[in-house]
């Protein structure tokens, strides 16, 4: 589960009273850059990975995009909408909870609105790209599109983008659909590619592209809803239904769009993944309050408090692979004799 909505719910507590707006955008802004900038050295490819003990990255392929810069975007755009657009209304209902930031969730609307016509109604010409191929002549493979709402792996505006934007260099080389049947004969695990493998299947994408991004956004507003009913409802049963009744609508609604059609499609974050996503998050966070807050349960959440306030370094550790190759650092006379093969990672 993307880390979203949690986001949204701490912007409103740091940003519950803002006594100089001007200096918390300044400080926004700087927080969402640094976040921004260690996305580039670990996700752009400054760490080589597990089987390659070099580090330093070409910046004429590095990528830009990632997991991290995602965090940054949203965590910029969420935090200056909770600055600047909200009302002084007060807060005794739910509708009273909406009337006081309509204007945050018009943005959310505008933003929604925005990724559908893009995602349905762009235009995805043929394209191509190249792979290494036999000496050091690279291979170019040909893609055919030539559609619009296409949501599949080759032909989504999603990607073509990223290509335009970012060029194809610069994007993810390890494609979420190469672990497909159409390209892997282990699938669901990586694998050489079938004999019939389509044209699409090495071409690189990304998955914290630009376009799905815009949807990441729309959850992270939806969790800064969920932190404002923590500022204005004081009652442990208030808190549980404000945060009950919109979960499970979005949920309802997730489903229901699914059923019709609008997948839930992580790579592309469409409109049904989104909304699963922010009502699944709202369930947890209400469980896990009824638990440490009513329940007093707090010693069986100790573990998550813990991974939660070293949740960036984790991260880096061993979600980029900086953990397992300081690890393969250290070998027995010859690089393949390391702890992780010791373990069985290697």
């Known amino acids: 589960m993307v880390p979203g909505p949690f986001v949204g719910v701490a912007l409103a507590l740091t940003y519950k009273r803002v006594a100089n707006r001007a200096v918390a955008t300044r400080k926004a802004s700087l927080r969402a850059l640094k976040l921004f900038v260690v996305g580039l050295v670990v996700q752009g490819g400054y760490f080589h990975g597990l089987h390659n003990l070099t580090y330093g990255v070409d910046i004429l392929s590095m990528r830009w995009m990632g997991v991290l810069q ?131 299947c090495q071409a690189p994408f990304d998955p914290e592209g630009l376009l799905s991004s815009v949807m990441a956004i729309v959850t992270c507003l939806i969790g800064l809803q969920f932190g404002h009913v923590i500022i204005h409802f004081k009652d442990h049963k208030d808190r549980i239904v404000q945060w009950m009744i919109p979960s499970f609508c979005l949920l309802a609604l997730a489903f229901s769009l699914d059923l019709f059609g609008l997948r839930m499609n992580k790579a592309l974050y469409t409109l049904s993944y989104t909304c699963a996503t922010a009502g699944a998050a709202g369930m947890l966070f209400t469980g896990v309050y009824v638990l440490v807050d009513v329940g007093g349960y707090r010693r069986p959440t100790s573990a998550m408090e813990w991974l939660g306030m070293h949740a960036l370094m984790i991260y880096i550790l061993i979600g980029c692979n900086v953990f397992p190759v300081l690890i393969q650092g250290f070998y027995w006379r010859d690089p393949q004799n390391n702890l992780l093969k010791v373990i069985g990672i290697s």
């Open 70 to 200: 995602r965090i940054a975007m949203a965590y910029l755009l969420v935090a200056i909408c909770e600055i600047w657009l909200k009302g002084d209304n007060v807060v005794d209902s739910g509708y009273s909870l909406v009337r006081r930031y309509r204007l945050q969730l018009l943005v959310g609307f505008i933003l929604t609105i925005m990724y559908m016509v893009l995602l349905y109604g762009l235009y995805v010409p043929d394209w191509e790209y190249q792979i290494p191929g036999p000496g050091s002549m690279p291979k170019t493979l040909s893609v055919k599109c030539g559609v619009r709402g296409d949501t599949g792996p080759a032909c989504n505006a999603v990607g073509m983008i990223d290509r335009k934007i970012f060029g194809i260099r610069h994007l993810h080389r390890r494609p979420v659909y190469e672990k497909t049947k159409q390209c892997s004969i282990n699938s669901p695990a990586s694998g050489p590619l079938p004999p019939d493998a389509p044209s699409w």
